[in-house]
T-cell receptor
């Protein structure tokens, strides 16, 4: 069975602090895909990143960075120098490879960035 | 502009009524999904469809029904059998990459359903 665990329900930081959102996944597949999404108060989910199971290279995009470690089944997301606009709910998701790839979500982490 | 359109944005249902939530996409995506979001529960899969005229139950399909008569459309009906339908409903779609459904999902803006 596939499962995504985001143990942090809510995080509150002060602007300019760095913050890491944890994501741990479970799957028996050798080919799978991991995603992060941002859900601002408006409700629509915004895609941030996709990573396949064969690519453990970390990625940086501006203030965002992602650390994928297969050895610990983790795909953590770090925001550097957080800003108030980063306040949102962040979801980690897992999809199996193949033609029937469902997208399974964690319960989300609500990030509040205070000025 | 390509995207997914959900309507209505807000919907009120009386006890015992069926209601249908609309989801239309013009992205030419094969796969479409319906998720339900409750506070603290994340997104839970209701139904999904990988191709026209075919769909499968997700984790919480009881009390819901869908159809996929056209590639662009995947409406969700919340029936009177769904005892606690008040929630935020999100529709999503994904494309195939060389036959594999592994791309990112695009989401609509959601429909907030309230039972009155």
């Amino acid at each position: 069975a596939q499962k995504v665990t985001q143990a942090q329900t809510e995080i509150s930081v002060v602007e300019k602090e760095d913050v890491t959102l944890d994501c741990v996944y479970e799957t028996r597949d050798t080919t799978y895909y991991l995603f992060w999404y941002k859900q601002p108060p408006s409700g629509e989910l915004v895609f941030l990143i996709r990573r396949n199971s064969f690519d453990e290279q970390n990625e940086i995009s501006g203030r965002y960075s992602w650390n994928f470690q297969k050895s610990t089944s983790s795909f953590n997301f770090t925001i550097t120098a957080s800003q108030v606009v980063d306040s949102a709910v962040y979801f980690c998701a897992l999809s199996r490879g193949g033609s029937q790839g469902n997208l399974i979500f964690g319960k989300g982490t609500k990030l509040s960035v205070k000025p | 502009d390509g995207g997914i359109t959900q309507s209505p944005k807000y919907l009120f249902r009386k006890e015992g009524q069926n209601v249908t939530l609309s989801c239309e996409q013009n992205l030419n995506h094969d796969a479409m999904y319906w998720y339900r979001q409750d506070p603290g529960q994340g997104l839970r899969l209701i139904y999904y469809s990988q191709i026209v005229n075919d769909f499968q139950k997700g984790d919480i399909a009881e009390g819901y029904s869908v159809s996929r008569e056209k590639k662009e459309s995947f409406p969700l009906t919340v029936t009177s059998a769904q005892k606690n339908p008040t929630a935020f409903y999100l529709c999503a779609s994904r494309s195939r990459d060389r036959g594999q459904v592994n791309t990112e999902a695009f989401f609509g803006q959601g429909t907030r359903l309230t039972v009155v």
